[in-house]
């Protein structure tokens, strides 16, 4: 359909055009308050190498009685959403011609994106973009040439330099944080974001040192109305709105996810509905398929989030021409009345046959605009399909921080530490380490569950304080304030995906999770966010961060859910450290180590060790560090060799005493860290006595001890005169009976049996 014969199709859907909403926040104003002025689109900050549509400033004139942006405003919002329109056909050609390996496209959104890039400023503002949102980074800066360097994978792809698929944005130039494929994870990340920049204001010591904070900032996230239905958009909506931050929400409602309608998905149908009793939320509807109502919405929305009223939501009804993905055949569940409504409302061809019937451009120039870009697109596809391709060697690199190593001497200050004071317990060192950092560097901030003294300021000199379950955050709140430790929404995924976005900003977030069994929600927003940041977007961007855990069993009544010890379910997870001490002395030089290092440390913290007097150690000093990595001697031995961690080194030791009245000389390994771990350390041991056991909390199946065994068995077997044993828990869950907790988890007995069997083989 060319753009005179969609004439009366605009007129048409002009006088159907959706109904802009707005609720105005009941906090602010219970009574309905009438709509707002639209605002002026704010000029956006110029950026290296960006085109001149990035550039645009929305001059309003009057045409035919409705405010309209300036004739060359308008020429280039067609421009952009044409450009957009065209990768999308170039990729899906490339791909049906097997050039290129995946395509996914925002066809059908391109309107209200254009928008909501003139709205927003590149590289000032923050973005959280999800796959459809092509328009919205060319609007922003990104050329068709970055854009197609990713569909062929290229190592110049801006986004991952290889990595990821295509549509998956990124740019540190425009603020454009790296995207995933998990649709909503983005969305508590953003409000992390945003949050940082509110953190920023509220510590005196970080207004002057930090870089890349506006007062007046705005982070844009997007999603799709398949999205709405998860749990982390209504929890970003909730601390979004508890805050007031300024995250603009921008919902692209195309009616299906893949091939699940959206009355199926959200009660009622319309997602915004249902969130409108959010305080402080500006809520608006717009046709998302037209570029000046869209334009009119955003800017209202955005310039609400720039005064500090609270976030804004706008919900956008676009249409999806093509299939989902190309490995998708909408046919099959679409009907042709369905998609042939869908193309009527066709935002680029409506929009072009606009521009002509106000007398903005002729039939001819509007040629001549496709013709250049369509050259212009297949130029950038033929220099995309000629560029490198990454080198087999990198896939590797950026695992973790290419310039911070916390396995180095740098962090090694153990030898020769001088110790001084009472003896403290894990918790008391713990503690210690977190007042003493948080004094060093202002950037800290710590958040979880119950950490923070009194949530209710007001209180906090007539009441004890709270300080987390175990009291390991104890007087942090009293002593750093509430700005920089606060207690977060029940709910781990938002305390992690806050955490990221924070991160991301430049601040250091040491977050707890109360408990290790409750550690599952998060489970996404770590396994495909957090240790994949760095290698997915090829180090452009980073999260480091710190999540402490509380871990394992031996509580007597502790059971199934306050008891789990499911160690190798993150150990194989690439990008993430994990370090388990056993001791008070251990927690505080490990735990200074993962604060100063530069990636995310799991720090795992054994509860029944918190408070054991055999643990305790005198205060190391400010600077003291344990490098990762790096396993610790605990016991001198010439017959046996024991590998272990955590609450099993104490019950080893205690086996290898008692094995020494039988004439059997035990060595203990204690690893501290599990990744990395100290394979060097396993090497001597093992040529050392030529037997070995692997003692742990987990489970024997599948288990952390079972690569180390592996790998024992694999590069040492001629060194071994045994088998490796292996003591672990079994295959079961812990029951809240002391007496089945004692048969479940390995016990000193269980150790001393392994003992006497590995030396009599």
């Known amino acids: 359909m060319n753009d005179t014969k969609v004439l009366k199709l605009v007129r048409k859907s002009e006088s159907d055009s959706v109904e802009t909403e707005m609720e105005q926040p009941r906090e602010a104003q219970p009574a309905p308050a009438p709509r707002p002025k639209p605002v002026e689109a704010p000029k956006p900050t110029a950026v290296p190498g960006a085109k001149p549509m990035h550039a645009l400033r929305a001059a309003v004139v009057k045409s035919r009685g409705q405010s309209l942006p300036d004739r060359k405003t308008l020429v280039e919002m067609y421009r952009t959403m044409y450009t957009s329109r065209r990768i999308d056909d170039k990729e899906i050609q490339l791909k049906r011609q097997n050039r290129i390996y995946f395509q996914i496209s925002g066809a059908g959104h391109e309107a209200v994106l ?3 890039g003139m709205a927003l400023r590149p590289g000032y503002d923050w973005f959280y973009p999800y796959y459809r949102d092509r328009a919205l980074c060319l609007q922003l800066g990104m050329t068709p040439l970055e854009q197609l360097l990713a569909a062929v994978g290229s190592e110049d792809d801006p986004a991952s330099h290889g990595r990821q698929m295509p549509s998956h944005w990124g740019h540190t130039e425009l603020n454009i944080v790296s995207q995933s494929s998990p649709t909503g994870t983005q969305l508590l990340q953003a409000v992390g974001c945003a949050e940082a920049n509110y953190r920023v204001n509220l510590i005196d010591e970080l207004k002057e040192r930090t870089k890349n904070f506006h007062s007046d900032e705005v982070t844009y996230v997007s999603l799709g109305d398949g999205t709405s239905s998860e749990g982390e958009f209504w929890e970003a909506l909730n601390t979004a709105c508890n805050l007031k931050l300024p995250v603009v929400f921008l919902l692209e409602d195309n009616g299906y996810a893949i091939s699940v309608p959206v009355e199926v998905q959200t009660a009622g149908g319309d997602a915004s509905s249902l ?9 608006q509807k717009c046709d998302g398929t037209d570029p000046i109502e869209s334009l009119e919405v955003m800017s209202q929305a955005v310039q609400y989030c720039r005064e500090r009223k609270g976030p804004a939501l706008v919900h956008a009804k676009v249409i999806r021409p093509y299939s989902h993905s190309l490995s998708d055949d909408e046919k099959l569940y679409r009907s042709d009345e369905e998609r042939s409504g869908d193309a009527e409302r066709d935002p680029v061809k409506r929009f072009g046959a606009r521009l002509i019937e106000e007398g903005v451009i002729s039939q ?10 369509d050259h212009e697109i297949a130029e950038a596809a033929d220099q995309a399909l000629a560029s490198p391709q990454p080198s087999v060697e990198s896939v590797t690199k950026f695992v973790f921080s290419p310039t911070v190593d916390p396995t180095s001497k740098k962090f ?5 530490v001088e110790l001084s004071g009472n003896a403290g317990t894990m918790v008391d060192l713990i503690n210690r380490c977190l007042h003493t950092e948080m004094a060093r560097d202002p950037s800290i901030v710590v958040f979880g569950e119950d950490v923070a003294d009194c949530s209710r300021e007001q209180y906090l000199d007539n009441v004890k304080g709270k300080g987390g379950v175990f009291k390991v955050t104890e007087n942090l709140q009293r002593k ?3 700005a920089r430790v606060f207690n977060s929404p029940l709910a781990e995924a938002n305390i992690v995906g806050r955490a990221i976005g924070m991160a991301t900003r430049g601040l250091k977030p040491v977050v707890e999770i109360q408990f290790f069994d409750y550690i599952w929600p998060a489970m996404h927003q770590i396994r495909n966010e957090l240790a994949l940041l760095r290698w997915r977007s090829g180090n452009e961007w980073k999260a480091p961060l710190v999540i402490r855990v509380p871990i394992g069993g031996y509580l007597k009544g502790g059971a199934v859910y306050h008891s789990q010890s499911g160690v190798s379910t993150f150990t194989q997870i690439p990008g993430l450290r994990v370090i388990y001490p056993s001791n008070a ?3 505080n030089g490990l735990l ?7 990636d995310p440390v799991l720090f795992l913290e054994h509860k029944h060790l918190y408070r054991q007097a055999y643990n305790k150690s005198q205060y190391p000093g ?4 344990i490098p990762f990595g790096k396993a610790k001697r605990v016991r001198e031995g010439t017959d046996i060799s024991i590998i272990t961690y955590g609450a099993l080194v104490q019950r080893s030791l205690v086996a290898a005493k008692q094995a020494e009245r039988e004439g059997v000389s035990v060595e203990v390994i204690d690893l501290r860290s599990l990744v990395p771990y100290d394979w060097n350390s396993i090497v001597e041991t093992v040529k050392k006595t030529n037997r070995v056991i692997v003692a742990h909390e987990d489970s024997l199946s599948f288990g952390y001890g079972a690569e180390i065994a592996a790998r024992i068995s694999s590069e040492l077997f001629e060194h071994l005169d045994a088998p490796v044993k292996r003591v672990c828990a079994l295959d079961t869950f812990v029951a809240y009976a002391p007496h089945l907790e004692d048969v479940i988890l390995p016990q000193v007995t269980d150790v001393a049996k392994a003992i006497a069997e590995v030396k009599s083989y």
């Open 114 to 116: 254009v928008a909501a």
């Open 275 to 283: 969130v409108s009793g959010f305080p402080s939320l500006y809520i």
């Open 364 to 373: 001819q120039d509007l040629q001549k605009i496709k013709d250049e870009i």
């Open 412 to 416: 090694d200050t153990e030898d020769g």
């Open 480 to 482: 750093f304030g509430s």
């Open 585 to 587: 002395l251990d927690a």
């Open 592 to 598: 200074r180590t993962a604060i100063r290092s530069d």
């Open 622 to 625: 400010d600077q003291f560090m």
